[in-house]
Structure formats: C-alpha cells, structure tokens
C-alpha cells in the first residue's frame, strides 16, 4: 500500500500504525462523490488546456468504468491495499490507464479533494434527510386535522395537566420538526461553496477556472477563502 506520509522511513510500519492512519473503512462511502469530483476537476483541466484531451477522455473512461464496478460490489475496500478512498481511486485508476492517472492530481491537493468530497456527501444526506422531514410534517399534519376534536390530558411534569386536543399535542411536534428543516436549509445554504481548487490551502500557480468546476458539481460558487476552503 502506497503511503503518502512514510518517504522518509526506512522500516515498514507496524500495522498497528496503518490501521491508525487508514480511514477507508469509513471513507469508502465517499467513492462517489470522490469519482464526480475527479471527473468535474479533469474536465475543466482538459478544459484550460492543463492537460491534454486524450489524457481526459482516458481519465473518465477509467474513473467511468471503476464507478460501475463499486456500484456493484466488485472493489473490496481493503485497508492492507488503501489507506483512503482518494488513494484507491487514484490508484485503480493509474493501474488502469497508466501515467494519465496520475496527471487526473495536477493542480489539485488531497486538502480540496477531501473537503469537497465531505460537502457533496453532506449536502447529499442533508438534502434527503429535508425531504424526510418535509414528508413527516406533512403527514403529522394530516393526522390532526382528523383529530381537532380529539380530547386528551395535556401533561406537565409528570403529571396531567390541562385538557388539550390530540392534534394540538401533534401540532407541537411539527413546529419542532419545522425548526430542524430550517436548520436543515441553513446547513444546505452554507454548504453551497465550492473548496475544489483551494490546493494545500492557497490556490496553485495553474490556470485552473474554479467557477466552472463549482458549476458543473451543482455549486452556485468557489469558496472565496481557500484557507478557509479547506
């Protein structure tokens, strides 16, 4: 297994350290993500003549066919072979297409990589978990409109309080629940910044056109900051 960090040692590691240092067994879920994000990042440095055409057409034809193969459980995430997702798609791919592969990482850091990763795989699940809440108010709803005239015992401290409905017991619920879809949206909202081509935490001398990355990954702008991008 490739090791990013371990040049400057002469003694393989002891697995108690790369078991330390792997995160594929939970990273692995942002394969996706990391596909679509390297698909958009070589389109755009095909785009801006970074690197050549043909470089791209191999990248997305490899990234393509290695998508379809975990889509379908055929890549063990196996933490003796990757340290991290980024590691195994980028090493499948250059065992695939050879030194092409390795061109997909031009002007481009494991910090942006990481960060955008997180924010698709985030706004994704908060995206859906929204629609969820959405549904469950609604359905909430429904049920105290049955039940206006449905008399129970309101509760205080344990113990019965004042006469209240049941659809007023669950029109509480759905204030709660309409609390957390704000929160929801505003989670969405400050997710909605792109970290691809922050790099390490600065930027990098290449030309690379951050809008149209930010654009083609569904994001409405680059992050401004790419310290704080990352």
């Known amino acids: 297994m490739a090791k990013l960090w371990a040049g400057r040692f ?5 697995e108690t350290v790369n078991d ?3 995160s594929i067994p939970f ?28 470089d791209r057409e191999a990248i ?24 991290d997702i980024h590691m195994c798609v980028e090493q499948l791919l250059t065992e695939k297409i050879g030194d092409a592969g390795k061109r997909l990482h031009t002007g481009r ?6 960060a955008l990763d ?9 995206g859906h978990i929204h629609d969820q809440v959405l549904h469950l108010i609604d359905v909430i709803t429904d049920v105290a409109q049955n039940n206006t005239e449905t008399i129970m015992p309101g509760y205080t401290h344990l113990q019965r309080a004042q006469p209240v409905t049941f659809a007023y017991i669950l029109l509480a619920y759905v204030s709660m629940l309409k609390r957390d879809a704000r929160r929801l949206e505003n989670t969405l909202e400050v997710l909605d910044e792109c970290p691809l081509g922050s790099g390490a935490l600065a930027g990098t001398t290449y030309p690379l056109d951050r809008h149209f990355t930010a654009e083609t990954l569904g994001f409405s702008r680059p992050c401004d900051n790419a310290m704080d991008g990352v």
Request: hydrophobic share 35%; no cysteine; net charge negative.
């Open 10 to 14: 002469s003694k393989t590691t002891d």
């Open 20 to 22: 330390f240092n792997s």
């Open 27 to 54: 990273d692995n879920r942002l394969y996706a993500q990391d596909i679509r994000g390297s698909l958009a990042h070589s389109d755009m440095l095909a785009r801006q003549g970074i690197i050549t055409r043909e």
């Open 60 to 83: 997305h034809q490899g990234l393509t066919e290695i998508l379809a193969a975990m889509d379908a459980g055929e890549i063990g995430f196996d933490p003796a072979q990757y340290e």
């Open 109 to 114: 850091s494991r910090n942006d990589q990481v």
């Open 118 to 126: 997180m924010r698709m795989y985030v706004r994704e699940e908060a």
